[in-house]
């Protein structure tokens, strides 16, 4: 099981840039997704968690209003559509499977067992 991050890059203050997260290998069944991100120096920061059927989708207050999180369960990918990008977004951002939980909002690190290698998300001043 693996989880490949796609969509990073370099963009303009203000811009926009949709983040993916596809599973590959052998699907892990019911999981609750979720996006952190590590700046430099820096913890790894939540970002936004949804649950197995899309119903409760949560974005922290740091990024409430400009990001949303979704899912296509069907192509076992996920989303992160960042909107009005500000040069403080500029970081790593992991996309990470917590198996087993279903109906719940995930924001700590340790209650994710899957993650995927990341992706740079780089934002001019």
């Known amino acids: 099981v693996q989880l490949v991050e796609s969509g990073g890059g370099l963009v303009q203050a203000g811009g926009s840039l949709s983040l993916s997260c596809a599973a590959s290998g052998r699907t892990f069944g019911p999981a609750v997704m979720g996006w952190f991100r590590q700046a430099p120096g820096k913890e790894r920061e939540f970002i936004a968690s949804?649950?197995?059927?899309?119903?409760?989708?949560y974005v922290s207050d740091s990024v409430k209003g400009r990001f949303t999180i979704s899912r296509d369960n069907a192509k076992n990918t996920v989303y992160l559509q960042m909107n009005s990008l500000k040069p403080e977004d500029t970081a790593v951002y992991y996309c990470a499977a917590a198996r087993g939980r279903l109906n719940v909002i995930v924001d700590r690190t340790s209650q994710y067992d899957v993650w995927g290698q990341g992706t740079q998300v780089t934002v001019s001043s």
């Open positions: 949804i649950t197995w059927l899309g119903g409760r989708p």
